[in-house]
C-alpha cells in the first residue's frame, strides 16, 4: 500500500479530520512545487520509520501532488489545489461578466423579479464554459445534480468492469474486486451530487428569503450580486467538505466482495482506495 494511503488509513477516522486535511491540501500555492522538490519529499518520507511522526508539509505535498495508485506525480491539471484555481478564476469571470453586463442584467432582473424563479452562475453546469449564463433554477439544479450522480459511474465505468484493489489491514493487496469499485463510484456520485446540488439550491434560497424583504423589494439591482456572490461562497466550502464526506480509504465487508477473496480474507473488512 501507497505511502498516501496509509496516511489517509491513519487520518481519515472521521469527516472533521477529513476535512482538516482536504483544506490544507487545496492550497493553491501546492501547484507552485517543482517535480525534484516532489520527489525529494517522496524519498524523505519513505525513509521515515513512523508514518505518523512525518512532517506535515512534506505529507501535503505528497497527498497534492503523487497518485496514491500508481506512486507518479500527478500532472498539474489534476492535482487538488486545481479546484480552488479554477474557482478563484471562475468567480472573477464571473464578475467581469456581471459588471459588463449590469445594466442590462439589472433592468431584466427587475422587469421579470417575479415571473422568473433565479440565476445560477453557469460554471455550476459544468466546465464547457467560461460565463455565468442566466437559467431557470428548479430544472437546472435537479437535473444537475441527478446528472452528476449518474455521470460519475460512466466516467468510472472501467473500475467497475475491471475492479480495484483491496488491502488488509497491514496493506498487503489481497486482490481485484469489482464490488469494491462498485461502491467507491457510488460513494463518489454521491459526493458529488451533494457538492452540486448544495451549491445550486443554498443560493436560490437564500436569494427567495431576500427577496421577501422590504429592502430588496425596494432594491431589486441587489439581488443579481449577492446571487453571485453567494454562489461562490457556498462552491467554495462544499468543495472540501463534499471530498471529506467518505474517506479516502473506503471499507467493504467480507460477505460483500467476491467469493475468492472472502477464502483469503482472514479479517472481516477489506480497505481500498476511493478516489476522486
Not at 449590469?102 to 455550476?124: T, V
Request: glycine share 6%; with cysteine.
Amino acid at each position: 500500500m501507497d505511502a498516501n494511503l496509509l496516511y489517509w488509513k491513519s487520518h481519515g477516522e472521521s469527516v472533521f479530520s477529513r476535512l482538516k486535511v482536504w483544506v490544507n491540501l487545496l492550497d493553491p500555492s501546492f501547484l507552485l512545487t517543482s517535480n525534484a522538490e516532489i520527489q525529494e519529499t517522496r524519498t524523505q518520507l519513505r525513509s521515515e520509520e513512523k508514518v505518523k511522526k512525518k512532517d506535515e508539509h512534506a505529507w501535503n505535498i505528497s497527498l497534492s501532488s503523487i497518485h496514491p495508485d500508481s506512486g507518479s506525480v500527478l500532472p498539474l491539471v489534476f492535482r487538488p489545489p486545481v479546484f480552488t484555481t479554477e474557482l478563484h478564476c471562475r468567480v472573477q469571470l464571473c464578475k467581469q461578466k456581471f459588471f459588463f453586463r449590469a445594466g442590462s442584467d439589472s433592468i431584466s432582473e427587475a422587469a421579470s423579479l417575479d415571473s422568473r424563479d433565479s440565476l445560477i452562475c453557469h460554471m455550476c453546469r459544468g466546465p464547457s464554459s467560461n460565463y455565468c449564463e442566466p437559467t431557470g433554477y428548479k430544472k437546472p439544479t435537479h437535473s444537475k445534480f441527478l446528472q452528476v450522480y449518474r455521470t460519475s459511474p460512466t466516467l468510472r465505468g472501467e473500475e467497475c468492469e475491471t475492479g480495484i484493489q483491496v488491502f488488509d489491514s497491514n496493506g498487503n493487496t489481497v486482490g481485484i474486486s469489482k464490488a469494491a469499485a462498485e461502491k467507491a463510484v457510488m460513494e463518489t456520485a454521491l459526493s458529488r451530487a451533494v457538492l452540486f446540488g448544495t451549491t445550486g439550491a443554498v443560493p436560490s434560497l437564500l436569494v427567495s428569503v431576500l427577496k421577501r424583504t422590504r429592502l430588496f423589494q425596494k432594491n431589486s439591482l441587489l439581488i443579481p450580486p449577492i446571487r453571485h456572490i453567494s454562489v461562490a461562497f457556498v462552491l467554495g466550502l462544499m468543495i472540501p467538505l463534499s471530498f471529506s464526506l467518505f474517506s479516502q480509504m473506503g471499507t467493504i465487508r467480507k460477505e460483500n466482495v467476491e467469493e475468492e477473496l472472502q477464502a483469503k480474507m482472514a479479517e472481516g473488512q477489506l480497505f481500498y482506495h476511493r478516489g476522486l
